[in-house]
T-cell receptor
Framework: DTGVSQDPRHKITKRGQNVTFRCDPI?????LYWYRQTLGQGPEFLTY????????KSRLLSDRFSAERPKGSFSTLEIQRTEQGDSAMYLC????????????FGPGTRLTVT | AQRVTQPEKLLSVFKGAPVELKCNYS??????LFWYVQYSRQRLQLLLR??SRESIKGFTADLNKGETSFHLKKPFAQEEDSAMYYC???????????FGQGTELSVKP
């Protein structure tokens, strides 16, 4: 296991298009998190799952955003009708529930909306 | 609301100089605090956590509940310490991280 992986690493899309990102966590980790990071800011929490259950969603996650983790393994984050303000780095992280709180981050997907 | 503040966007020091990256938090409960680091072209990774009271790569951080601070310190900076440093707070074990804005540390030769 080489750690958390994300696909694609870069995505350029036109405003109004839908995009989907994938995250594969560390295999034994049951928690999976999505964060968004814009230039000059720290990561901002979007949502997280424990197994397949989505336990929390940020108010940042508008109804254009949806995340799934259907089998409790990989997760997808979809953005519908993208806007220029969605341009950011989308980070995925995973951890063990009940662990020491350490989250392991993926390399991120950089989204550019033109 | 819970918040983490890192007042310095950029901290520039010379090799061998002491370093202190500031972090203040606002949270009424018992926080768990972390420092994460991102080296150039690498992913975000944990540097240290307050509950472990450990020293990693010569860095230490002490939680001061009275001042609601968790400053990161190193007595002698090295060039390889140059990176982005993020202070983060967890509200409940295993839950979401709340990050500060980050401080870029630049260590000059």
């Amino acid at each position: 296991d080489t750690g958390v992986s994300q696909d694609p690493r870069h995505k350029i899309t036109k405003r109004g298009q839908n995009v989907t990102f994938r995250c594969d966590p560390i295999s034994e980790h049951n928690r999976l998190y999505w964060y968004r990071q814009t230039l000059g800011q720290g990561p901002e929490f979007l949502t997280y799952f424990q197994n397949e259950a989505q336990l929390e969603k940020s108010r940042l996650l508008s109804d254009r955003f949806s995340a799934e983790r259907p089998k409790g393994s990989f997760s997808t984050l979809e953005i519908q009708r993208t806007e220029q303000g969605d341009s950011a780095m989308y980070l995925c992280a995973s951890s063990l529930a009940g662990g020491k709180g350490e989250q392991y981050f993926g390399p991120g997907t950089r989204l550019t909306v033109t | 609301a819970q918040r983490v503040t890192q007042p310095e966007k950029l901290l520039s020091v010379f090799k061998g100089a002491p370093v202190e990256l500031k972090c203040n938090y606002s949270y009424s409960g018992s926080p768990e605090l972390f420092w994460y680091v991102q080296y150039s072209r690498q992913r975000l990774q944990l540097l240290l956590r307050h509950i472990s009271r450990e020293s990693i790569k010569g860095f230490t951080a002490d939680l001061n509940k009275g001042e609601t601070s968790f400053h990161l310190k190193k007595p002698f900076a090295q060039e390889e310490d140059s990176a982005m440093y993020y202070c983060a707070l967890i509200l409940n074990q295993g839950g979401k991280l709340i990050f500060g804005q980050g401080t870029e540390l630049s260590v000059k030769p």
